[in-house]
């Protein structure tokens, strides 16, 4: 064994040190790895693997809705990015550029685009000319590059990300708001399904919303350590673009009208939730519909029995590898043990032990990653038994995520109460008077900002949880990140 080999495993308790923890197991479990630019990051295969079932279903799905996927350049000239006001004040921190060339200078700096409103809507603008044009609705995958930060912590706020990015035009504002729904749906059923994840669909405040929308709205997810994080978002985006960039059409009243448009995401920032939500003291977990490995055969052998074990193993592999992503681990070197503790860190859902016993009685023994339960199972029930466990494992990550979410959703009537179980972590579900000022103040002598007013209200509250005047709504305190 290598030197560098004992110090695999984590070092800290995720109850006791979030912070570390988090980061020892993005790296041990070779989830990811730094790189020489400070907050880009490398995916290995593992996550990249996650990464891509879960962009696959999200596309499948804005597919099926209608969306249609392009792709548009990375570099956004200067005089695009600032034609929109509000919006690139918003980014103007953010935004990195490119100045020159070899040993020349470019007469106007390019953005590297930190999202793509800018350097889309002028093709937007001359591709749109009568309401027969419309709907247009355009998808992207892209990376983007967001460089305002001092700390990044991977994938929580990275600088480089990757992202989906959705653009759409249409011709009334009532077909531009009943998109909404769609595609949070779908983000939704895609975190459920793929990342076990679930989250609290809800409307941004003013203050909170992306800039250049009308109003945004977002997924919100909370972490272990009891901060909420912002998952998926949509942008009613109304006329305000259409006006900047001169997105018009002819409307069938022979009008001419500026277009209705919407725009939202989903991120790699899953990532680092889905790590954060399932991993335990061992290491990685990860739900087997997005595991690049789902089973791991370990043989356990000696040196006069090994190739007849292998061989066993290698049929066992032959019985499942059309329906399951499976490896057989024959590495030399490396204890049983050592083998267990290492996928277990790396996080792969089901774990095979065949050694002379389990090859006597042609069975094998299961092992499940997230509950450590053992199943000792007939070659011939091999593949049915693999599909119920991981099924189950699925669900069982689901359920126990919303469950522990759930839990961190805390109701307060009173300013007292709410700075009182705040520092406990979750989030503290309050009435709001819709005033920015109070909105403000609480964040400012809390440290918890509004991170969304939820779409399922509950009972409004009587009171507004800072001025005591009448409740405009239920709104959701927490610290985030």
């Known amino acids: ?90 980014f ?87 998109e909404r729904d769609k595609i949070l749906g779908i983000y939704i059923n895609a975190l459920k399904d793929y990342f076990a994840l679930p989250g609290i669909p809800g409307k941004k405040t003013d203050s909170e919303k992306f800039a250049g929308a009308v109003a945004s709205f977002s997924v919100e997810h909370v972490m272990p350590d009891g901060w909420a994080i912002q998952g998926p978002d949509f942008h009613l985006d109304g006329q305000n673009f259409a006006k900047a960039f001169d997105i018009k059409f002819l409307s069938r009243e022979g009008k001419t009208e500026y277009g209705w448009q919407n725009t939202y995401a989903i991120s790699t920032r899953e990532l680092g939730v889905m790590v954060a939500t399932h991993g335990d003291d061992k290491g990685l977990i990860l739900p087997p519909k997005v595991a690049y490995i789902q089973i791991i055969i370990i043989p356990i052998y000696k040196k006069e029995n090994g190739g007849n074990i292998i061989e066993y193993a290698k049929k066992i592999e032959a019985l499942a590898k059309e329906e399951f992503r499976i490896r057989i681990d024959m590495r030399e070197g490396y204890s049983p043990g050592f083998k267990f503790s290492e996928w277990e860190l ?103 900002k509004i991170t969304n007013m939820p779409f399922d209200q509950g009972v409004l509250a009587d009171r507004c949880i800072y001025c005591k005047m009448p409740a405009k709504s239920m709104a959701n305190f927490a610290r985030s990140y």
């Open 346 to 448: 790396r996080g792969i859902p089901l774990r095979v032990e065949i050694g002379e016993k389990e090859m006597a009685d042609n069975r094998a023994r299961l092992v499940r990653r997230d509950t450590g339960e053992k199943i000792d199972v007939k070659l011939e029930e091999f593949s049915e038994k693999c599909r119920s466990i991981l099924e189950r494992m699925q669900k069982d990550l689901y359920e126990k995520a919303k469950e522990f979410m759930e839990s961190m959703v805390k109701r307060v009537s009173t300013y007292e109460d709410f700075k009182r179980i705040l520092p406990l972590g979750g989030i503290m579900q309050a009435g709001w008077c819709g005033n920015a000022e109070c909105e403000k103040k609480v964040k400012e002598e809390t440290g918890a």
């Open 1 to 90: 064994m290598d030197e560098k080999d004992k110090d695999l495993g984590i070092t800290v308790k995720k109850s006791e040190n979030f912070s570390e923890w988090y980061q020892q197991v993005l790296t041990k479990s070779l989830f990811m790895d730094y790189t020489e630019v400070s907050g880009c990051l490398a995916l290995r295969p593992s996550a990249y693997a996650a990464w891509e079932n879960l962009s696959r279903a999200v596309d499948a799905e804005f597919k099926k809705e209608g969306v249609e996927n392009v792709y548009f350049p990375m570099l956004i000239p200067e005089k695009f990015l600032n034609k929109e006001k509000e919006h690139v004040e918003g």
């Open 92 to 178: 103007a921190p953010e935004v990195a550029w490119v100045t020159g060339a070899g040993n020349s200078e470019f007469e106007e700096r390019l953005a590297v685009r930190p999202t793509s409103e800018t350097i889309m809507y002028p093709s937007f603008s001359k591709w749109i000319r009568s309401w027969r044009d419309l709907p247009m609705r355009y998808n992207q995958w892209n990376s983007v590059i967001r460089w305002e930060f001092k700390h990044p912590t991977p994938f929580i706020r990275s600088r480089e990300f990757l992202w989906n990015e959705g653009h759409t035009v249409f011709a009334t504002e009532a077909e531009a708001s009943a």
